[in-house]
């Protein structure tokens, strides 16, 4: 039975290709991302060269709401978390995003 993996910040670099990696090992791949710092135009290039879809949903992992309607959703089987901030001159100007 084909195993199912959550990505948060899957539409980002590291995330993005962790994606097409999944895929070409024959996992199905579900995305969470709210696009803060990536854009969907990355999942559909993995998709492309994976020839295989990926389940895609813009939420922000904060909002409990709607990362509970994912689940209730999706039959995840585990999560790989790259979801977060990366502008470090940011991180110092508003901490408490960051944290």
Do not use: W
Request: one cysteine or more.
């Amino acid at each position: 039975m084909q195993k199912t993996i959550l990505v948060t910040g899957g539409a980002g670099y590291i995330g993005s290709h962790t994606c097409l990696e999944l895929l070409n090992a024959n996992y199905k791949v579900v995305v969470v991302d709210n696009l803060s710092n990536s854009k969907v135009d990355s999942l559909k290039r993995v998709e492309q060269l994976s020839n295989k879809p990926i389940t895609f949903h813009q939420a922000d992992i904060r909002s409990t709401k709607a990362i509970k309607a994912i689940f209730d959703k999706e039959a995840i089987d585990a999560v790989i978390h790259f979801a977060g901030l990366n502008a470090v001159g940011e991180s110092t100007e508003i901490p408490l995003a960051y944290y």
